[in-house]
């Protein structure tokens, strides 16, 4: 491995930053929320039982440890490439970071075509004599084109348009967390419905992908006025909101549905536990807000795994046709992995994929953190704060894969055999074309050796 790089100096003014502090928490929360609560709420309950509050806690407290991480690498070195910088800074050049950038860029697909589906379901609750069984599948493949024009219009619009959605997203959760809970009946709360430690671990992971998206507000540094203050703040602040809005929300719907109503309710719990103490008009009112939450999701991934390919492609790890900037400015891996996003919408059955993409994530961010540990002088990141953020995606990882193996078998051996083909590919495209991974720097800056 190389030794980690100095930060790159600049040689010329750059394109105007656009992204502020408000854009950025809105891109973190955008990411976050949408992916856990609405979308695998009752799974996670099936697993973790009325102790499912304990396995959003979980979830929260390793995101708040692993952003550490980001926070730090990002206020050091501002990229449009986030994770992708800080592995090749810590790492090296070499095939595992290469195959890692690979392997979390995959992640993005998948969790983005998450998005889409949720979407999609959502929508068509509002359509219930529509019993097509290509339509679900065509209206999430129109979000996933939809979100990517929006993209093409530039990072200011991202910004913009987060800030609309998170704004409504948040105002109906925070509506329902606070009437839902000062209605609540908290003996179903009671221990007695709790499930075994590991299984409340277990769902702790599968509800890390409900936090993954804070990472994106690393991808998008690059486009920050002040990343050293701006970063640091956009992260530890959507982080703790989304976390609060995460306890305050199931903690409200356990204290209305009993666990078999959960179960039965397991693809919209949020709207029917907001029947029970809203009316009739609860269950539309959380359903709209499903919809503005996947979309906030989808936009703000996109965002971030278009950059994530920016990255790769500029720095070696993808055909450099890639890597010039298409219409508007917007990159060619914008148009990549909004392709790729379609495959899986279109051809994938996504039934696992939260799982999938929690392990992913949860394997990522702990090599993240092993490359902080070889830039720490340059960041003044403390050790055992690393350390922490290792050990705690680790062990959280060891339990999901354990019942992912027992539970879901398929699951576990996709999210195993994607890295030996992520490596593979790395393997085979440097033997191929020669090319070495440079370190990058924000568009507008110079390269380093």
């Known amino acids: 491995m190389s030794a980690p790089a100095p930060a790159a100096t600049p040689s010329s003014p750059g394109p105007k930053k656009q992204i502020g502090l408000f854009s950025a928490i809105a891109i973190g929360i955008g990411g976050m929320v949408g992916g856990g609560v609405y979308a695998i709420f009752g799974t996670a309950a099936g697993v973790a039982g009325t102790a499912l509050w304990l396995s959003f806690l979980l979830g929260g407290l390793v995101a708040l440890a692993t952003s550490y991480n980001y926070a730090k ?20 050049d070499g095939i ?77 959760l925070s509506i329902f967390a606070v009437w839902g809970c000062a209605t609540a009946d908290w003996d179903g709360l009671s221990t007695a419905g709790w499930a075994p430690g590991t299984g409340i671990v277990f769902g702790g992971g599968m509800l890390f992908i409900a936090y993954e998206g ?96 920016y990255m790769i492609a500029r720095d070696g790890e993808l055909p450099g046709v890639f890597d010039r900037m298409a219409w508007k400015r917007a990159p060619e891996g914008l148009f990549l992995t909004t392709a790729l996003v379609l495959v ?33 002088a340059a960041t003044g990141g403390r050790p055992a704060l690393i350390w922490l953020s290792i050990a705690l995606c680790l062990a959280l990882l060891a339990v999901l894969g354990a019942n992912m193996l027992e539970h879901s078998p398929s699951a576990f051996w996709t999210m195993l055999g994607l890295l030996p083909v992520c490596f593979g590919l790395e393997w085979a495209y440097r033997k191929a074309t020669g090319r070495l991974i440079a370190v990058g720097t924000a568009p507008g800056l110079e390269k380093t050796p």
């Open 73 to 92: 690498l990002g206020a050091r070195y501002p990229t449009r490439g986030g994770a992708v910088e800080f592995l090749v800074r810590g790492l090296g």
């Open 96 to 172: 595992v970071s290469g195959g890692l950038n690979i392997y979390m860029w995959v992640g993005y697909v998948i969790a983005l075509a998450m998005y889409a589906a949720g979407f999609a379901g959502y929508l068509m609750t509002f359509f219930p004599q529509a019993a097509s069984p290509w339509l679900p599948k065509a209206v999430a493949a129109g979000a996933v084109l939809l979100f990517a024009g929006v993209n093409i219009l530039g990072a200011a619009s991202v910004g913009r348009s987060e800030l609309v959605t998170v704004a409504v997203n948040l105002g109906v």
């Open 214 to 309: 804070f990472g994106l507000v690393a991808n998008a540094a690059g486009d920050m006025a002040d990343p050293a203050r701006t970063l640091p703040k956009a992260l530890y602040f959507s982080v703790c909101s989304v976390f609060v809005v995460y306890l305050g929300v199931s903690l409200a719907v356990l204290g209305h549905l009993p666990l078999p109503a959960i179960d039965a309710a397991r693809d919209y719990a949020l709207s029917q536990a907001a029947k029970t103490f809203m009316g009739g008009a609860g269950f539309t009112f959380i359903a709209v807000g499903a919809l503005f939450a996947t979309a906030a999701a989808l936009n703000a991934t996109l965002f971030g795994a278009a950059n994530v390919c």
């Open 344 to 376: 899986f919408v279109l051809f994938f059955d996504l039934s696992s994929v939260a799982m999938m993409g929690s392990g992913a994530f949860l394997f990522i961010y702990a090599a993240v953190a092993a490359s902080h540990l070889r830039l720490r």
